[in-house]
């Protein structure tokens, strides 16, 4: 199966074999791949705190916060499949939307205007300089595929490497099954 090339809603499937602890066994979408760089976020790293841990706008809101990536960890970002609801989002792939008014956003959580399932919570982000993602592709660190509603809302965090992978099917699935330590088998 040949890798489709990296551009905004495409997903970063780790190698089984990436050893890199901010990244082994993760799934990154990305919101943005330009000549200059690119930056997306780990949708399968739950983070130690809620998000009414970390922003007093949020309190009372025991909503699950992801580790987004290593960059600015002292940021919090979204994505969301609300577009006429929030104002300010960006559209990366179909359905899905980074970014936008954050209050907003909590107020419609708070008077369940919205649910939770359609929107998620990142601190951090994955960034990459110029030149440096495709250079981890050509060291096949990362498997691409197409970004989907699916695997970024709706799959539980424990399983999206996994599903990623079986969604592109033959070899690939085969993948899921490697361990992490192939010298320990």
Same mark, same amino acid.
């Given at each position: 199966?040949?890798?489709?090339?990296?551009?905004? *809603?495409?997903?970063?499937? &780790?190698?089984p074999?990436?050893?890199?602890?901010? !990244?082994?066994?993760? /799934?990154?979408f +990305?919101?943005?791949?330009?000549?200059?760089?690119?930056?997306?976020?780990?949708?399968?790293?739950?983070?130690?705190?809620?998000?009414d841990?970390?922003?007093?706008s949020?309190?009372?809101m025991?909503l699950?916060?992801?580790?987004?990536?290593?960059?600015?960890?002292?940021?919090?970002?979204?994505?969301?499949?609300?577009?006429?609801?929030i104002? *300010?989002?960006?559209?990366? &792939?179909?359905?899905?939307?980074?970014?936008?008014? !954050?209050?907003?956003? /909590?107020?419609? +959580?708070?008077?369940?205007?919205?649910?939770?399932?359609?929107?998620?919570?990142?601190?951090?982000?994955?960034?990459?300089?110029?030149?440096?993602?495709?250079?981890?592709?050509?060291?096949?660190?990362?498997?691409?595929?197409?970004?989907?509603?699916?695997?970024?809302?709706?799959?539980?965090?424990?399983?999206?490497?996994?599903?990623?992978?079986?969604?592109?099917?033959?070899?690939?699935?085969?993948?899921?099954?490697?361990?992490?330590?192939?010298?320990?088998?």
């Amino acid at each position: 199966m040949t890798q489709i090339l990296p551009a905004a *809603g495409t997903l970063l499937i &780790a190698d089984p074999f990436l050893k890199d602890p901010n !990244f082994m066994r993760t /799934v990154v979408f +990305l919101c943005e791949h330009q000549e200059e760089g690119s930056f997306g976020f780990v949708l399968n790293r739950l983070y130690d705190f809620t998000l009414d841990q970390l922003m007093a706008s949020a309190e009372g809101m025991p909503l699950p916060v992801y580790y987004g990536g290593p960059v600015q960890v002292d940021t919090i970002h979204f994505l969301h499949q609300y577009p006429d609801l929030i104002p *300010g989002g960006f559209e990366v &792939a179909e359905g899905i939307y980074w970014g936008g008014d !954050f209050e907003t956003a /909590v107020q419609l +959580l708070r008077d369940n205007e919205i649910t939770p399932r359609g929107i998620r919570f990142f601190i951090g982000y994955s960034g990459w300089s110029e030149g440096q993602l495709l250079n981890e592709l050509k060291e096949k660190s990362w498997i691409t595929s197409k970004g989907n509603q699916r695997l970024v809302f709706e799959i539980d965090q424990n399983a999206v490497w996994k599903e990623a992978l079986k969604d592109l099917g033959g070899e690939y699935e085969q993948l899921i099954n490697y361990p992490i330590d192939p010298q320990l088998n």
